[in-house]
């Protein structure tokens, strides 16, 4: 009878969170706090104990992943200060050509990109892959939304250093090295298929131009956003956001009504003209990339038992992400000012903090839910398989996501209450954190900002968000979840 006690207030906690949530428009943060009062006291805890185990698994995944989270979203605003991400999206084009963009725009969203805070990097790129779409051919605008809302979704839940993947790495305590390794094994064949399929269902009629293309909004926004080129940096219009929104709200923005390569005086300038005048792109992406190239050498030292002390101090990954963000800023203080690098470091600070208070209260709830012992209880259920625990979390984190419409809130919540069984029954930790990542991708809808971002900047009909957004992101889910299995028979 406790057992099922246990069960029963774990569930009410979990769906008071969701209803305060949904139907009163209570902030995340303070709903998840409350779910975890009042699962501390029915399970018999006490005030003292309650508020001690809140705070405790606040301030335990906060030792794990806070200055991750915070060297990560600084790296992200620095880059898109610098005009890097609208260039290498230039040069994607320039080289892979335009039937081959949305697989690629789409790989390098999903990994190289993924420090950037996922709306920041939206409204970067989109109109440039709004602009690309009809070089794509007829079917240029679903291609590139879906292909835009597959890898951004995807790239925040798996890769290394996105968000959501820092947040579930940090909640069970998974080596960031081995969540970078795994991740980039299934994100990138998770972009391709998805992509593939959607593709497949778009030329057998799934796609209707006339009804599920709607370009009244960017074709206002082309008139009214003129732009100019500063240093070879677009600047928008005075009055305009980034998002080409008046009030949007975020910094930073690309280049929008003007197509790649245009100026103003009607002339055009290659990509490879305009390099030559900026900071080279490789320079700017080198401190990035060399932190991920460290977390990665450590990663697999730990997994060879190879021992270089000073290898493995530059392979953790605090360490690691601090050597790229001080590069970050050293070489885009050379390219863009220090001024400007200070404004990114401004907001930056201000996007991390969101998202720390949130992982933090995430795992509060995951450390209330283990000291109620709902993980001997769960462990016992799946004790003869690990594939049911794998598709359990991915349910519960795909019907939070339908009824909340956070990607990072369904995956930690889904894994915290699941997190207690992984030891258990043996099930490596990671793939569990796979696991409440793909399921948080099922059903990205009209709950969801990046569903009406989306929609509004690459001139989608609601009707064609749904497909190319809505469809897209749980067709990857799906594919995701689908070769996560197999690998918990491998490893």
Request: glycine share 12%; charged share 10%.
């Amino acid at each position: 009878m406790q057992d099922i006690a246990v069960l029963i207030n774990t569930a009410v906690a979990v769906l008071a969170a969701v209803v305060l949530i949904v139907r009163f428009r209570v902030n995340p943060v303070i709903a998840l706090v409350i779910g975890s009062v009042y699962l501390g006291l029915a399970a018999g805890f006490g005030v003292e104990k309650t508020v001690k185990t809140i705070t405790s698994g606040f301030g335990e995944i906060m030792v794990d992943v806070g200055l991750l989270i915070a060297f990560g979203v600084l790296m992200g605003s620095i880059l898109n200060q610098s005009g890097a991400i609208r260039r290498l999206v230039e040069h994607l084009l320039d080289t892979f050509g335009p039937k081959r963009l949305p697989y690629t725009m789409g790989l390098a969203i999903g990994t190289v990109l993924q420090s950037i805070f996922l709306d920041v990097l939206l409204v970067i790129s989109a109109p440039l892959a709004r602009k690309l779409a009809p070089k794509i051919g007829k079917l240029g605008t679903a291609r590139m939304a879906t292909a835009m809302a597959i890898a951004l979704e995807c790239g925040i839940v798996f890769t290394v250093p996105g968000v959501a993947s820092l947040a579930l790495a940090g909640l069970l305590n998974v080596p960031l090295g081995k969540m970078l390794l795994f991740g980039l094994l299934l994100v990138i064949p998770t972009i391709v298929i998805s992509i593939a399929i959607m593709t497949f269902l778009f030329r057998r009629g799934f796609w209707n131009e006339a009804r599920d293309e709607d370009h009244t909004f960017v074709e206002e926004e082309d008139r009214e956003g003129e732009e100019e080129y500063d240093g070879g940096t677009r600047q928008p219009a005075a009055g305009q956001s980034a998002a080409g929104q008046p009030g949007a709200g975020v910094s930073g923005g690309s280049g929008q009504g003007t197509a790649p390569g245009a100026q103003p005086g009607g002339g055009t300038v290659t990509v490879a003209e305009r390099e030559r005048k900026q900071a080279p792109l490789i320079l700017l992406f080198a401190p990035l990339l060399t932190s991920l190239l460290l977390i990665g050498a450590g990663a697999i030292m730990e997994i060879l038992d190879i021992e270089m002390p000073w290898l493995q101090l530059l392979g953790e990954p605090v360490i690691a992400l601090l050597i790229g963000l001080i590069g970050t800023c050293l070489v885009t203080r050379a390219a863009i000012g220090q001024e400007k690098v200070e404004q990114a470091i401004t907001v930056g600070f201000k996007e991390s903090g969101q998202i720390l208070i949130l992982t933090g209260v995430g795992g509060s709830l995951a450390a209330t839910v283990a000291a109620a012992g709902l993980g001997d209880i769960l462990g016992g259920f799946f004790s003869a398989s690990t594939v049911a625990p794998l598709l359990v979390v991915w349910a519960i984190a795909a019907v939070l996501h339908i009824a909340v419409g956070s990607v990072t809130l369904s995956a930690i919540t889904a894994a915290g209450l699941l997190a207690p069984i992984a030891p258990a029954i043996g099930l490596d930790p990671v793939l569990l954190a796979l696991a409440a990542g793909a399921g948080s991708l099922f059903m990205v809808h009209v709950t969801s900002n990046t569903f009406w971002l989306l929609q509004s900047l690459l001139g989608q009909s609601v009707r064609g968000a749904l497909k190319s957004v809505t469809v897209g992101v749980s067709v990857a889910s799906v594919v995701a979840i689908l070769l996560i299995l197999p690998m918990s028979l491998l490893f």
